[in-house]
Structure formats: C-alpha cells, structure tokens
C-alpha cells in the first residue's frame, strides 16, 4: 500500500512543475528555460516610480528582459526582488527533481524493507508534507 503522503507530494510537485515551466516561457513562445542567457537577476534602477528612488526589478536576461517589479516603499525592495530572481524556474526545476528523487527513494524504503517503514524515509516524507500545510488536500494528522 501506498503512503498517502507520497501521492500528495507528486501532486504538489506536478503543479510547481507546471508553474514553473510556464513563467520559463517568453511571450513569442519559446522557452528560455536552458538558455544560458535567460537568467533571472535583480536590479536597481533610478527610475523609481511615483515616489522616485529606486526600483528593484527582476529581469529574464533578454534585452526586453523585466520580468516584474518590486516597488511598494518598503525597506525590503531589494531583497524581495533578490528573492524572486533567486527562485527563477530553472532553479525551481532543480529543486523539484531533486525532492522527486528524494521522494522516490523515500517511497522504496516505506514498503521494501521488512523490519517495517524506514524510520528515516518516514522523517523525510513529514518534513516534506510540511510546506504544504495550507493545502484544502492536507489531513490534520500530517502535521508535525
């Protein structure tokens, strides 16, 4: 039988995929994801807005390149606007091959091992579940 955590995660996982192969698309319709020019970075231009200053921007690495902007007057503009250039989709793409990988081997040891659940694969799969918390699809008993 299956962990009912582990259907969930790829579920979750399938939706940030999507996600992020969607905003790795430019509007003429050809991915930048792999392409070593399309790199997400923050900014700073002079050109601040309606109260002037700076503005924090993230651009895709193309010469029409703004992404999007972060400009409520705020003492976090810029890292706000690192935090999102830091998060662009290859770098998602990463991390959830990663978690996938993770989360297969934790599905192995669940089920083949016969002393029982891997207490380890169990760790991992309750740590994993947890970002996922605000989620309508979360049962109360997951929570740690």
Known sequence: MT???VPF???????????????????????????PMATWRAGS????GQW???????EDGHEDGV???VDPQAAQDEDIARHIA???PAHVL?????RQKALDACAY???????????????VLTAFVQPYASHPEFPEEWRS
Do not use: K, M
């Open 3 to 5: 962990d009912p955590r």
């Open 9 to 35: 995660l790829r579920a979750r996982y399938a939706e940030e995929d999507q996600a992020a192969r969607e905003a790795g698309q430019i509007p003429c319709g050809d991915a930048w994801l792999g392409d």
């Open 45 to 48: 231009t002079p050109h601040g």
């Open 52 to 58: 002037g200053g700076l503005r924090w921007y993230v």
């Open 67 to 69: 992404v999007g902007r």
């Open 86 to 88: 830091r998060y662009d």
């Open 94 to 98: 990463s991390d959830l091959a990663a």
């Open 109 to 123: 040891f669940l089920h083949d091992n016969e002393d029982g659940p891997d207490p380890c694969a169990e760790a």
